[in-house]
């Protein structure tokens, strides 16, 4: 048998490399809740943290609210309050992705939270964890470049806190620089 000149020694060693780098760029999506009660999840949520978002950069305290729909999606209200204490609105829907699967969502919102014109914004909104009693959740996109921390109430405990930050690190979010939300004076009531 004859040995392997440098070229192709130089082309494996290639060909080594790009499938390597192939494997780290297509990262597995996170895992997500699996089988998620739309009616349950509905309601009144208040982030208590998030990834840095462009369309979010003027909020400081943010909720949303939910609302299912005949359709089995769900209407969205997206509200936060600015430091300047003015109360700016994005309204929307949310559609499971593939049939059957609720815990992985399309979000398509027709304006977005005061630019002074419809704008139409859309993108994914995986559900990675809902506590069983419906009272804390992680949600975040499958490229990993958007996070948030829910909860029912408008503070949230220390323990709890922690167990969430724990999964999303596990399923492989950055979470240096988490914007988290300030104390609140009392929360806002609104329906969707």
Same mark, same amino acid.
């Given at each position: 048998?004859?040995?392997? *000149?440098?070229? &192709?020694?130089? *082309?494996?060693?290639?060909? *080594?490399?790009?499938?390597?780098?192939?494997?780290?760029?297509?990262?597995?999506?996170?895992?997500?809740?699996? =089988?998620?009660?739309? +009616?349950? $999840?509905?309601?009144?949520?208040?982030?208590?943290? &998030?990834?840095?978002?462009?369309?979010?950069?003027?909020?400081?305290?943010?909720?949303?609210?939910?609302?299912?729909?005949?359709? *089995?999606?769900?209407?969205?209200?997206?509200?936060? &309050?600015?430091?300047?204490?003015?109360?700016?609105?994005?309204?929307?829907?949310?559609? #499971?992705?593939?049939?059957?699967?609720?815990?992985?969502?399309?979000?398509?919102?027709?304006?977005?939270?005061? $630019?002074?014109?419809?704008?139409?914004?859309?993108?994914?909104?995986?559900?990675?964890?809902?506590?069983?009693?419906?009272?804390?959740?992680?949600?975040?996109? #499958?490229?990993?470049?958007?996070?948030?921390?829910?909860?029912?109430?408008?503070?949230?405990? #220390?323990?709890? &806190?922690?167990?969430?930050?724990?999964?999303?690190?596990?399923?492989? $979010?950055?979470?240096?620089?988490?914007?988290?939300? #300030? +104390?609140?004076?009392?929360?806002?009531?609104? =329906?969707?």
């Amino acid at each position: 048998m004859k040995p392997a *000149g440098p070229w &192709r020694a130089l *082309g494996l060693a290639g060909l *080594g490399l790009l499938l390597g780098g192939c494997a780290f760029w297509g990262r597995e999506p996170p895992a997500t809740a699996g =089988a998620l009660d739309l +009616e349950r $999840y509905q309601g009144t949520w208040y982030e208590q943290a &998030r990834l840095p978002v462009p369309f979010q950069s003027r909020c400081l305290q943010s909720e949303a609210h939910y609302r299912l729909l005949p359709s *089995g999606g769900l209407a969205v209200l997206n509200r936060c &309050r600015t430091a300047a204490g003015e109360w700016l609105e994005a309204s929307g829907t949310a559609s #499971p992705l593939d049939r059957g699967r609720t815990d992985r969502l399309w979000v398509r919102f027709h304006n977005v939270f005061g $630019y002074g014109f419809p704008v139409l914004a859309e993108g994914d909104y995986w559900v990675l964890y809902v506590d069983p009693d419906y009272r804390l959740a992680l949600v975040g996109s #499958p490229d990993r470049e958007f996070l948030w921390i829910l909860s029912r109430d408008t503070t949230i405990a #220390p323990q709890e &806190r922690e167990r969430l930050l724990r999964l999303a690190r596990e399923r492989g $979010y950055d979470l240096e620089l988490l914007i988290w939300r #300030p +104390e609140d004076e009392e929360p806002s009531v609104v =329906a969707p």
